[in-house]
C-alpha cells in the first residue's frame, strides 16, 4: 500500500513547523489541470540537472520549473517503460534514474532522452523498487521475491534470506547496512551483505503494520512509515 503525495506533504509540513522558524512559504501547485499526467504521486525525485521526477499511476513526468515531460508506456515502443503504473522511482550514487513499474525494471538513459528496459526475471512483473549496494550491485524487490543485479554484466540471481524468498516494502542503506521492511513477516530487519549474500545482523523487530517507507533519522534510529 502506498501513501499518496499529500500524505507525504503534511508529514513535511509538520517537521518543518517543528523544526525551523516560522517564514512564509509559496507553493505552487502542479497538477493534471497544469500538465500532470495523474494527481495520485507515488514518488519524487530531483536529477542530477535539478530536474523534478514525479511516479505517477498514468506515467512518469519529468519537470523543469516550467516545462512537463510525460514518459508513458507504448506498447509498439520497446523504447519506453513497461507500465504507465510507477511504483517507485530511484537515483543511484552516479545520479543514474530508476524506474520500478508495474511490469518491470527501467534506466533513464540521459543522452538519448529514453528509458531502457532491464530484464530481471521472466516470472517478474511489478518491481516495486531498487537499491543500490555495491557500484555495479542493485537489490531489486518485487512483490514476492527479491534480486541482485548486477549493472556490468547484466546477471540476476534471487536474493534468499536464511534459504527462503524475501520481498521487501522499503529498504535503505545506512553506512553499509541495510534496514528494510519485509512483505512476509511485517518485521523491521537488520541486514549485512556478506559474502554475496545478505545476512541479519540483529534479530528482526516484528511491528503491528506493513511498513511503507524508512527514513534515517540520525544516531542509529529510523522513521518508519505506516501503510
Not at 153 to 167: P, Q, T
Request: net charge negative; hydrophobic share 35%.
Amino acid at each position: 500500500m502506498k501513501i499518496s503525495l499529500t500524505t507525504y506533504f503534511m508529514m513535511l509540513v509538520c517537521f518543518l513547523a517543528g523544526a525551523v522558524p516560522s517564514e512564509n512559504y509559496t507553493f505552487t501547485h502542479l497538477t493534471v489541470d497544469n500538465g500532470l499526467s495523474n494527481n495520485w504521486v507515488e514518488d519524487i525525485c530531483q536529477d542530477k540537472y535539478g530536474r523534478m521526477w514525479f511516479a505517477t499511476n498514468d506515467g512518469i513526468n519529468c519537470y523543469n520549473g516550467y516545462d512537463n515531460v510525460i514518459y508513458k508506456h507504448d506498447p509498439d515502443n520497446d523504447l519506453t517503460i513497461q507500465s504507465n503504473i510507477i511504483n517507485s522511482i530511484y537515483l543511484d550514487r552516479d545520479m543514474d534514474l530508476w524506474a520500478c513499474t508495474a511490469n518491470g525494471l527501467a534506466r533513464f538513459d540521459y543522452e538519448k532522452g529514453i528509458f531502457c528496459r532491464i530484464p530481471i526475471s521472466e516470472n517478474v512483473h511489478s518491481v516495486e523498487n531498487i537499491t543500490q549496494l555495491t557500484e555495479e550491485l542493485y537489490l531489486v524487490g518485487t512483490r514476492t521475491e527479491t534480486y541482485f543485479y548486477d549493472k556490468l554484466s547484466g546477471d540476476v540471481r534471487e536474493c534468499l534470506l536464511g534459504g527462503r524468498a524475501i520481498s521487501f516494502h522499503s529498504i535503505i542503506v545506512d553506512d553499509g547496512d541495510l534496514i528494510a521492511g519485509s512483505v512476509q513477516d511485517k518485521e523491521l530487519l537488520s541486514l549485512t551483505y556478506e559474502d554475496g549474500e545478505l545476512r541479519l545482523k540483529n534479530p528482526p523487530v516484528k511491528m503491528q503494520f506493513t511498513i511503507a517507507s524508512i527514513l534515517k533519522a540520525g544516531n542509529g534510529r529510523y522513521w518508519v512509515g505506516k501503510g
